[in-house]
């Protein structure tokens, strides 16, 4: 019961940001809602072993991201992209038809990327992580990881020149 009850606070706890997270990979409700479903699912049945561990976020990580590569490589016969706008969300601030603009052209460009380039774009940049743990958590090496993201930004960059206010190098990542 304990670990049930240490299951459900470690998901709470973790829920909105995860749910971010399988959004910006995804790039639709309703697949990152079966992306992140899957990863909790995951978790559940491996809870003990990975909370003994204390690292609990890492392992989330580590398969939310395997999951979305592997998704693509399961389903790529049967896959139809649709590339439709959601309408925007509603939001505060001086110029909400400009930031509406970017995130629409950010959200698009991202959704031409490849599923490993979107994934180490959201590790990187809306996660946070070094080189390294990007690296750990897709379980491929550093370099990879910046290969995959000079390849990613030039390629934000071409689909999306004006964004070029949001779309910065990384420290170590030549232009």
Same mark, same amino acid.
């Given at each position: ?69 592997? %998704?693509?490589? =399961?389903? !790529?016969?049967?896959?139809? /992209? @649709? ?7 509603? $939001? ?22 490849t599923r ?35 390849? %990613?930004?030039? =390629?934000? !960059?071409q689909l999306?020149? /004006? @964004? ?7 420290? $170590?990542?030549?232009?």
């Amino acid at each position: 019961m304990a670990d049930d009850e240490g299951f459900r606070e470690f998901v709470h706890a973790r829920l909105a940001r995860l749910s971010r997270v399988a959004y910006l990979l995804t790039g639709e409700h309703h697949a990152a809602e079966d992306l992140l479903q899957n990863t909790l699912v995951r978790l559940a049945s491996r809870w003990q072993k990975v909370s003994r561990t204390g690292v609990p976020d890492a392992y989330v990580r580590k398969v939310m991201y395997h999951e979305h590569v592997s %998704a693509w490589r =399961r389903s !790529r016969h049967l896959r139809v /992209e @649709l590339t439709t706008a959601e309408p925007p969300e509603r $939001g505060a601030g001086p110029d909400m038809a400009a930031e509406t603009v970017r995130r629409l052209l950010l959200e698009q460009a991202l959704a031409k990327l490849t599923r490993k380039q979107r994934a180490v774009i959201v590790l990187r940049f809306f996660e946070d992580l070094s080189e390294a743990d990007a690296a750990e958590a897709l379980g491929v090496s550093v370099g990879t990881i910046k290969s995959q993201t000079s390849h %990613a930004l030039m =390629r934000l !960059r071409q689909l999306a020149p /004006e @964004l070029h206010v949001l779309i910065k190098e990384p420290s $170590g990542v030549a232009a």
